[in-house]
């Protein structure tokens, strides 16, 4: 009998000692978990806070140097604060990762042991107490224990909610990714002839067989409701376009499923009036959504003939928009827009030189607000610029008459011009290793090298050709050959090293407006008609294959995984495979 009382007392014993360790746990848990809580609180409030303070702060600095000729150590200074600010962004963002796994580990031990004292609790034996006082003590006890869970619990949960607002929508991390990183970049397509603006895919297994007769190799069609002459952009699943009617006012971007063809959403752009209340007229040939925009996996931003800029989310809802104005353009308006981290940046270019209208302009790609803005010797032009890395710099090359300028697309500081081209100037340039190249219709196609600084005319022209000179599209190369293709057909073949000509050759009845591309060891040329054009990337011409969809092609076609897009005046196709 004494045994078994021993053994009872040692059991009740045991329980006390773990129900006194689960209690002790939770607390201790409740505890960390919320010193976590407020700790994350202090960290949001500062990025809310204090870092949009001193980066609103950061971009008055660079709209002042834009309006100032600034010395390069006010430059260095503004680049020293904006690495600094960066710096102390991702650290806050860091530290809000750390401390939202903390917070739901220290959540997940809380709510573990509290149950398990609970657990314990109901094993511990109890004195003799009458039967109401217990009763009464108990419930009193049990109050008193939710009322504190709930209150740690519920401050926690508000801490975590808060310290991850924001962060995850359409699979994409906003708070963590301001921009997007250049392997995302390279993966899509998200500006005029993709990344840097070059016309080359990253990827090489793209379709080369299909026909529109039969729908072999075409995986959709869809129609457009309004026409443009703007190429597709591709981010993810999504694809996006721009169309205007000139008749009715009406301004749209539209979304597509990139695996479907679905029309997803469209998006409305507010019309805009010239100087004297009348609607905007342009060239048919040009149009008023020959702009292509630009996309940063977060937003899609539009830019149209009025001089309107509009950003939407990938919901199809408006974030911002920016009345440029109506730009005085011969044609008409057609610069696609450029991209450089968060800045959404525009070639605006109008008038004559004489005038002093034209500039390019970067806009926060968050507000819409202008980050800096940078007065330009030109007049009119209708190429589009492009941002390209050069060695460990990133540039931002423009061309219009005469100039071809290379910018700082962080601060929008001049870094180098060369004066070597004239008249109306529609191709865009590309970079390709260590030279920019540029085109002046019908005369020359001129390869400059980088690095130099103020007006490189005479030092930094490596060399020229005169030959047989597009006025529509823009040349591509792959670093060792470079290409350019007339309107009416001839493409030519130059070595990148020294200009030599290596080969031309002339597609017979065919008119081209969109530029060629290069997918591995292949050219892709699109014609007027639909025709592609597939060739070898070499030193000497050989056509592998034609294939054809049905429609008219003015734009340049965007290249995925696998995939094809071209648009036609009507429809957007697939070329592919479904996934």
Known sequence: MLDFVNSQNIDANTVQQRHRTAVRTAFVAGVFSFIVAVLLFANAYRMKVTDIRDEDALAEMKLQVTRQNADNAVLEEIRQIDTDNRRNRFRHLERSHKGSRLLLGGLIVFFATLKWAHTLKKKLPHPQLAHNQQETQMRQAALAQRAVTVAVVGFCLVSLAFALKREIKHGVDEVVSPYPTMEEVY????????????????????????????????????????????????????????????????????????????????????????????????????????????????????????????????????????????????????????MYQDKVIVQFDQATSDDGLSKVIALDSFTGRTVWETKRPVGNSWSSPIVAKVQDNWRLFTTADPWVIAYDPATGAEIWRAECIMGDIAPSPIYANGFVFAVEPYSRFVAIRTGGKGNVTETHLAWFTEDDIPDICSPVSNGKLAWILTTDGLLTCYNVADGKKMYDHEFERAIFNASPSIVGDKLYLLNLKGVMHIVEAAAEFKEITTCKIDGKCFASPAFADGRIYIRTTKDIFCIGSAK
């Open 187 to 338: 993966q899509n397509w998200p500006a005029f002839r993709g990344p840097e603006g070059a016309g080359v895919s990253a990827y090489t297994n793209i379709p080369d067989k299909w026909d529109a007769e039969s729908g072999q190799g075409i995986l959709w069609k869809t129609p457009i409701p309004l026409e443009g002459h703007n190429s597709p952009l591709l981010w993810g699943d999504r694809i996006f376009l721009t169309g205007a009617d000139a008749k009715k006012y009406v301004y749209n971007i539209y979304c597509f499923d990139a695996d479907s063809g679905k029309l997803l959403w469209t998006g409305d752009v507010p019309n805009a009036l010239n100087t004297d209340g009348e609607p905007l007229e342009v060239m048919e040939d040009t149009g008023l959504a020959a702009c292509t925009g630009v996309t940063d996996g977060r937003r899609v931003y539009a830019l149209f003939a009025t001089g309107n800029v509009a950003a939407f989310d990938y919901d199809g809802n408006r974030v911002w928009l920016r009345k440029l104005g109506v730009p005085d353009s011969v044609y008409g308006y057609s610069s696609s827009l450029a």
